[in-house]
């Protein structure tokens, strides 16, 4: 099957995925002419381990490239995935939306006070997920703003008042009402310590934290995250390595259009592989793309275009082998369905019947049939997958706790 992209004023056209065979035994996409980025796409379908040059020049390809760095992600992809992409139903539980952090592009957190201020209470954890459930729901998504009640006494008091310390302590809680409900929790709680992520393991299928970018400029003045400690690169870097020593299937990425430049996003991306590579533990990489809303202080700023999300999520690819999980949120580009499978992604992350997404509330997800529809016209099958993706079912990735669990449903979701 072929299609093409227009992509309106750049007037760039991408036909899609196919390949010949090269004398050298890899495929990309037949040209007259020899460029760089040419090589380093022979190379990545070789095996070879790119390089951060290799990086910046991939996601600074030339339009003239384009078609070709995408072929090249697309034919990686296939390698190791098929034509398979995968979704995980879920439940959005934002267990509280109170955060010491202030992110210029968030408009989840909130102040005690402020309109739309909530901390769920263990009656809603239990009905929303019980109704998720259902509907069909596997996975119950814990998310909640980084670390409230060091920031805000009244939060401290709704704690005490629930009999649990700490935050963390009561997502603790909120998983296990979740569990009796029949769903997989998955927990991105913000930062935590290694002690905290030992003690939610037996009741998660898996955790999360994103990267967002390992640029410490964005912590200086003026950056958007100079107000939020807990978007400190090394302290998230270390989170990440300890969730690998612990043994947890973990979810992280990045965030693109924050104000980082191109070098801050490759050595993003290339600190994920690292970290990967020492762990193995990272079952998914989220490439996100910023959306401006009008209540926050980046209203104004610009957005990233399908263009550089293409080649953003083509570089992932490339970057991070066959094997990887390569995710892209079809709620954020919707239009872009086709072009995101075309640049070598496999999963479209959490979709919910049930609720929405509470970090970006402006942005329905997709419904399902028709997002089955596209991804069939463009050669590829729908299919669910839980919290945890198959290749980490195992003895290894899973606590006992959980693990019975996992494999009942696995076996549900297999059998579907």
């Known amino acids: 099957m072929q299609f093409s992209f227009a992509t309106g004023l750049r007037g760039i056209i991408c036909v899609a995925y196919n390949p010949i065979r090269m004398a050298s035994g890899t495929t990309i996409a037949a040209s007259v002419a020899r460029s760089p980025i040419r090589d380093i796409l022979d190379r990545a379908l070789a095996g070879a381990r790119l390089t951060e040059a290799d990086t910046i020049a991939l996601i600074e390809c030339p339009e003239a490239d384009l078609g070709d760095l995408l072929d090249a992600a697309a034919q990686l992809r296939d390698r190791g995935k098929g034509r398979d992409v995968t979704y995980s139903r879920k439940v959005f539980l934002p267990v509280t939306n109170l955060c010491r952090d202030r992110c210029t592009y968030c408009t989840f957190r909130k102040d005690p006070g402020d309109p739309g201020a909530w901390t769920m209470m263990p009656d809603e954890i239990s009905t929303w997920s019980k109704r998720g459930a259902e509907l069909g729901c596997k996975e119950a998504l814990m998310c909640l ?102 043994k947890i299937p973990f ?54 275009d399908e263009i550089d999300m293409a080649r953003t999520l083509a570089t992932a690819r490339l970057l991070l082998g066959a094997k990887m999980n390569v995710q892209a949120p079809p709620n954020l580009s919707p239009n872009q369905i086709e072009l995101f499978l075309h640049a070598g992604i496999n999963d479209w992350g959490g979709i919910s019947p049930l609720s929405k997404d509470y970090v970006n509330p402006e942005s329905p997800w997709p419904h399902l049939e028709r997002l089955a529809e596209r991804c069939d016209r463009s050669g590829f099958r729908l299919r669910e997958r839980l919290a945890i993706y198959p290749e980490y079912i195992s003895d290894e990735w899973l606590d006992p706790a959980i693990a019975p669990r996992v494999r009942a449903m696995q076996a549900r979701v297999s059998g579907g």
């Open 251 to 304: 979810t992280s990425g990045i965030l693109i259009g924050i104000g980082e430049n191109i070098v801050e996003r490759a050595e993003s991306l290339l600190a994920i592989r690292d970290i990967h590579e020492r762990h193995g533990h990272i079952q998914e990489v989220i490439i996100q793309n910023f959306r401006a809303k009008p209540e926050i202080p980046m209203a104004n700023a610009p957005e990233p």
């Open 145 to 246: 703003g980084d670390k409230p009640e060091v920031a805000f006494k009244e939060y401290r008091e709704t704690l005490n008042q629930l009999g649990v310390r700490s935050t963390i302590e009561y997502v603790g809680r909120a998983c296990e009402l979740a569990i009796d409900e029949g769903l997989l929790p998955h927990t991105n709680a913000g930062l935590m310590t290694r002690d905290e992520m030992a003690m939610l393991r037996p009741l998660n299928a898996s955790m999360g934290l994103m990267l967002e970018n390992v640029s410490p400029r964005l912590r200086a003045s003026g950056g958007v995250h100079q107000w939020a400690p807990d978007k400190e690169p090394r302290l998230r870097i270390k989170m990440t390595e300890e969730a690998g020593a612990l």
